[in-house]
């Protein structure tokens, strides 16, 4: 098994490429689709998250107001942490447990990882490689706000809330530019696919899907 971190700032479309490397054949392991279940109703993130930011940010339904959330983490860089604190681990402990489920020649597991450079994930998840998607600051920008729907300031936060560009590309050991057109994307990410397989083949492996 091999283990690639794929990560980009919020705009960037790393979800995009993490799906495209899906279609090629990766188990892709998706933390934001954890943290999402970790504070549903029931979730394991759930309860601590409730007490800590109080019955405001529960609907009418018991669940939790994810944009109303959203809202107060990234206007306060305290209630970030918290929240942080108190996700992360439960994140953390799913993805190994995922990883050790796949420990397979052959196989190819992507974890998408928005913040992998500010939480060490490569470390922590002990990563074979780290594919950075990037984009300029101010193209994520009018992509959440088209996309999104976001307005320019919430998105400029949330953009400001990750590390710089620069910290995310010294950490990148293969890079795909997201500036152009989708199709343009995909030939990126098939590129990347093929940096993967030689990482395989160097330790001997034979891609799953390639036999």
Not at 150 to 158: T, V
């Amino acid at each position: 098994m091999i283990a690639i971190g794929c990560t980009g700032g919020i705009g960037s479309g790393k979800s995009t490429v993490a799906g495209f490397l899906r279609e090629r054949g990766a188990v892709v392991l998706d933390t934001d689709e954890f943290a999402r279940a970790a504070l549903k109703i029931g979730g394991a993130a759930y309860d601590a998250t409730v007490a800590r930011f109080g019955p405001g940010i529960v609907l009418s339904d018991g669940a939790i107001d994810r944009p109303g959330l959203a809202a107060i983490v990234f206007s306060d860089a305290a209630a970030r942490t918290d929240l942080e604190s108190i996700v992360h681990p439960v994140v953390e402990a799913r993805v190994l447990q995922a990883l050790d489920a796949e420990q397979r020649p052959g196989t190819v597991v992507v974890v998408d990882i928005p913040l992998l450079v500010e939480t060490d994930a490569r470390r922590r998840y002990g990563l074979d490689g780290v594919l950075v998607v990037d984009a300029p600051e101010d193209l994520a920008v009018e992509r959440l706000v088209a996309a999104r729907e976001m307005d320019a300031s919430a998105a400029r936060a949330r953009v400001a809330a990750q590390s710089d560009r620069t910290t995310r590309l010294r950490a990148a050991d293969f890079i795909v530019m997201n500036y152009g057109s989708l199709d343009e994307l995909r030939q990126m990410t098939d590129r990347a696919w093929s940096w993967i397989e030689r990482l395989l083949e160097e330790r001997g492996e034979v891609p799953e899907v390639s036999r």
